[in-house]
């Protein structure tokens, strides 16, 4: 794994208190115990920990860990080419 998938992982084994070697991106929130409000709470984590902005409409389409991954990635690829993925104007 890599930083942006490990730091993920690690900020969801700690939010539900359960190991991160037992969490692999394919996990799924049903999987892990993660419910709406878990996933809400992460999000803010990851956030802060990346500088980034989740889209609230984004959250609901989150399934994996996977996913979560994936999102922080472009997300940070998006804010790194200095583009919003969901810009409106």
Known sequence: MDDVALRT???IAKAKNIPTDT???ESTFEQ???DSL???NISFEVEEAFNI???DEALG???????VINGVKQLIDAKAAGTTPAATS
């Open 53 to 55: 902005e989740i889209p």
């Open 9 to 11: 992982v690690e900020m």
């Open 38 to 40: 878990d996933k809400i």
């Open 23 to 25: 969490i692999t991106p």
């Open 61 to 67: 389409s989150l399934k994996t860990v996977g996913d």
């Open 32 to 34: 892990l115990g993660i």
